[in-house]
DNA sequence: GTGTACTGTCTTGACATCGAGATATCTCTC
DNA sequence: GAGAGATATCTCGATGTCAAGACAGTACAC
């Protein structure tokens, strides 16, 4: 290990050495990051989202919908298992986004306890612009790796993704 | 790309290519599967410490603390940075670790607008039997990779971390 | 058809977080 | 040593989330 290549999840590995020399904190070399990187996206996110007028969770209902293609109309059941939240933050959400003007909510005509959810005119270009700023900005974020690490670190990614996306 | 290799961030990127087959969404490969693996790595924690009677922030506070080394003992300022949450939050959690006898709290000697934070005994087991069950966890987790993919990937996440541990 | 179990959505109350601002103290410059 | 700005912590109000449960409607076995 080069010593100029530290980081503070490096410091943060060799604290725990010190003080449990007993225990292999080597899991935290992959998982720490992962945790870490996380928070700085969200944060780069929330930055990115701004721009547009838009709250990551509002960005994240906006996106499953449009993702679904036209008509964009999705059951707010749909919804909270594409964005994994629970169904009283799903109404929440829907209510909001609906006084916002960004979705518009009716019944279904297939089933008299359920809902249908479907972006507004207003929403699907809000969606849309922030979605390819969202993009250009991953892509900077990107940048120190070649396509070939990414196409790596994706793939080792999936790896450790697969057994929750089994269940 | 192999068809059975498919998860759901493979699903969500054909979504968007059908969608938007003008935008490059190549970044979502790694970073969507960096935010989901993060989400549910939490999950995954939360199980660990409830076995501990522990929540995810009080496990939070209490490894900086113990990472520190004896006597255990940090400023409230110091935590905050190591855990990236704002002041305000964590004065809430200082209180109610302290309500709960898992750490102490006294005035700086050497500041006095300052305060000192050490784990008590009971804090101090508490961490360290949430922290090896979490490593077993951990391990566990990563079993599907081999331990030179596991370098691999954590040099990847490295490089992606460098820009922001830099600010 | 009737009853039972299941599903889909919404309501409610508790809670952890954040952001902005208040207060007290320290530090540095002149 | 006085003043300006920086720092450390806490307070307060708003907000988004979750968990549990209520309620209406559906599906299926008999």
């Given at each position: 290990?080069?010593?100029?290549?530290?980081?503070?999840?490096?410091?943060?590995?060799?604290?725990?050495?010190?003080?449990?020399?007993?225990?292999?904190?080597?899991?935290?070399?992959?998982?720490?990051?992962?945790?870490?990187?996380?928070?700085?996206?969200?944060?780069?996110?929330?930055?990115?989202?701004?721009?547009?007028?838009?709250?990551?969770?509002?960005?994240?209902?906006?996106?499953?919908?449009r993702r679904a293609g036209r008509p964009y109309e999705l059951s707010p059941g749909t919804l909270l298992r594409a964005t994994l939240?629970?169904?009283?933050?799903?109404?929440?959400?829907?209510?909001?986004?609906?006084?916002?003007?960004?979705?518009?909510?009716?019944?279904?005509?297939?089933?008299?306890?359920?809902?249908?959810?479907?972006?507004?005119?207003?929403?699907?270009?809000?969606?849309?612009?922030?979605?390819?700023?969202?993009?250009?900005?991953?892509?900077?974020?990107?940048?120190?790796?070649?396509?070939?690490?990414?196409?790596?670190?994706?793939?080792?990614?999936?790896?450790?993704?697969?057994?929750?996306?089994?269940?």
């Open positions: 290990m080069t010593e100029d290549a530290r980081d503070e999840v490096d410091r943060l590995v060799a604290a725990w050495r010190a003080e449990r020399p007993d225990l292999d904190v080597e899991p935290l070399q992959v998982l720490s990051r992962v945790s870490r990187l996380a928070k700085h996206l969200d944060r780069a996110r929330r930055a990115a989202f701004a721009e547009h007028d838009l709250e990551p969770w509002e960005f994240d209902v906006l996106t499953a919908l939240v629970t169904s009283g933050t799903m109404t929440n959400r829907i209510d909001r986004l609906a006084q916002a003007g960004l979705v518009r909510r009716r019944p279904d005509p297939e089933d008299r306890r359920g809902v249908l959810v479907s972006l507004t005119e207003t929403g699907l270009a809000r969606v849309d612009a922030a979605f390819s700023d969202l993009l250009r900005r991953e892509h900077n974020l990107l940048s120190g790796l070649g396509p070939d690490d990414q196409r790596l670190l994706a793939a080792l990614l999936r790896t450790l993704l697969a057994p929750f996306d089994a269940s």
